[in-house]
């Protein structure tokens, strides 16, 4: 984790040497090896230096408040919000990446995407309102709202499991190791901590 707010709201000097190069170039590849551990308002941060469109780039709050919410659940009342969230900045030009599309239709029915997506192109909230009474348009429209954000579309992670089919498949000729970690708690002593806390402070202010 590599904090780059010195608070929420004031950026540290390594975001606002990240954006200046973000402005700069053609294409930015962002890598982490901790990608579950940022903070969502660090995910934020990351995802504004790749430019996404919309009411994502406006503010930290419709990003963060889509999150919230939908882990909350869709209801009558947040859906509005989901709905708007997930066609910005695309409008009537919504539409699902082919694999995407493919797999929910594996999983659901091709009816009930293609029924959902129309809706959700058209802006027809009220009509997805009441298909959230049948669980199997309403866990699909679940994973649509989840499968559309920037997050999903911009971020990649390789698991080992992934990289072992890599392997299998001949993609990849070395070995992928197996690890079998094991929790190792250290008790610092007073000095330790101060060293500790002196390094996360530098980190988050400098």
Not at 15 to 43: D, H
Not at 151 to 156: A, E, I, Y
Not at 190 to 196: D, F, N
Request: charged share 30%; proline share 4%; aromatic share 12%.
């Amino acid at each position: 984790k590599n904090p780059a707010r010195k608070t929420s709201y004031e950026p540290n000097l390594l975001l606002k040497l990240l954006a200046g190069i973000s402005v700069q170039t053609k294409c930015l590849y962002l890598l982490t090896a901790t990608p579950m551990q940022v903070e969502m308002i660090e995910a934020w941060d990351l995802l504004r230096l790749l430019n996404i469109k919309g009411r994502w780039a406006n503010d930290s709050s419709s990003f963060l408040d889509f999150y919230l919410q939908l882990q909350e659940g869709i209801n009558a009342s947040n859906l509005r919000f989901l709905i708007e969230m997930c066609r910005s900045p695309a409008q009537d030009e919504f539409k699902l990446e082919i694999e995407f599309k493919e797999k929910l239709e594996q999983k659901y029915s091709p009816n009930v995407v293609r029924k959902l997506v129309r809706y959700i192109r058209k802006d027809k909230v009220a009509d997805l309102i009441n298909l959230l009474w049948e669980s199997e348009y309403k866990y699909c429209l679940k994973e649509i709202l989840e499968g559309t954000t920037p997050l999903k579309r911009k971020m990649f992670r390789n698991t080992r499991e992934q990289l072992r089919e890599y392997r299998q498949q001949g993609i990849l000729k070395e070995k992928i190791a197996t690890r079998h970690p094991v929790d190792c708690f250290i008790d610092f002593s007073p000095e330790e901590w101060h060293i500790y806390e002196d390094i996360d402070d530098y980190i988050k202010n400098y």
